[in-house]
């Protein structure tokens, strides 16, 4: 029998119960390869090749097993105003938390618009029973020259300017934790339950100090609001390679490391992203994906929400990534890696 | 878990002002609303425990009346119940100095 499975681009194909015990067992030796872990044992694995082996068009957690959703913005932004998206995620898809966001997913470009996003806030948190908070990127990149005034890095280092290079992401990072800190205190004072940092670590190990000294400024001020952080991908990039948090080197961490610095600076929640391999299958991808999150997981002293989303964390590359994919994704984490959330 | 419909937004709190973990965050939510953790995502056993509790629920004329606690309402018995800080409920205290 050959069975309807996806691959990591979402299109379909047929494997067999065989064919796709094998590609959960690659995905596995993937994931211990690359990160240096450990395997997923036996019950795990044989999990993972029951889920993906059914034939259903859905797959989901036992009843009682269900975890919470939060997410990185809600709604398309393209029906009835910002505050409609929230309730409709509210009122007919009915997440656990929503997150009020703007077009531009960027704390520098808020910025200059932070009232008008405060004044939005302010009226969802009138309308909205469900926890509603702000997101945005540390998006360091978006400091440097011809957007911003720090010298860009990545044209210096093909040039060999690594001092120079190394200077202006430093620079970025103050400019970046000084825009996050203020917009979420802007969005403390409107009344949000949260604020948000994803995709954090996207310009490599300057970008997720930013994001990791914003949360410390952030806590201290207040000690029971949520931060969440989520991360661009599943290993961070030395694109400086000197920076440190707390005396660890940032550059090379995969979740588990990043998730201690996470707690160390006080999130809430941790959001660990791994990335799909579109060539491979989504069995072969999530199998990955558990192998490398479960030392995350397994050591998390805070809530874990995986990312699982178009591209990241077992789920299809896709605009319109198929339910069979994402179900199968979802349940298989949550079960697998005992995920606070997604 | 199902958001209004059940407890999600509720444990949903726990995770995000006292980083609790789910299982953590499900059990508190549970003890402080008299029920048990599986209860908290069955959206038939939760409509009675939220109207009762004034915790709110889906603003349509199917599952609320008049004089069921609705968003803003409804956090302000969210946080008392929870024992939780609601943001935007400090600031309905404090800004409408009842």
Redesign the interface.
Known sequence: MRIPTRMGDGSLVRMTRAEIAAEVAAGVEAGVKRAKVAPLGDDAVAHLVDVFASTARFSAVD??D?????SDGVGSQDVGSRVNDLQTF??T?????VELYHHDYSFKAIKPVLPFEQATMRRA???????V?YGAMPDLGRYTVPDGPVPNWSQLLPLGRIDEARAAQEEAVEQAVDDIVSVAEGM?EA????INLDTAGAAGDADFLAALRAIERIRSRHP???I?IGMASEFVLGMHGELEYEGVRLAGLWPAGQMRLAAMAGA??FGPAVNVNTGKSVAWNVARTCTIVKPCTDA?????HLNGGMGVGGVPMHALPPVDAVSRASRACVDVL????L | MGGLRTAGDLVARMQMTRRMRLPEAKAYVAERLGVTPADLSDPVAMAEVRRARGLGTLPTEDTATVDDALAIEAKLNIARVLDVPVRSVERLRALGRG
């Open positions: 009843i009682g269900e975890v919470v959703l939060s509210e009122q898809v009915c997440t656990d938390t948190q009138l309308l909205l029973t469900v926890p908070q403390y009344g949000a339950d949260g029971v609001w949520g969440q809430s929640v998390a002293s805070l809530p874990i005992r995920l606070d959330g």
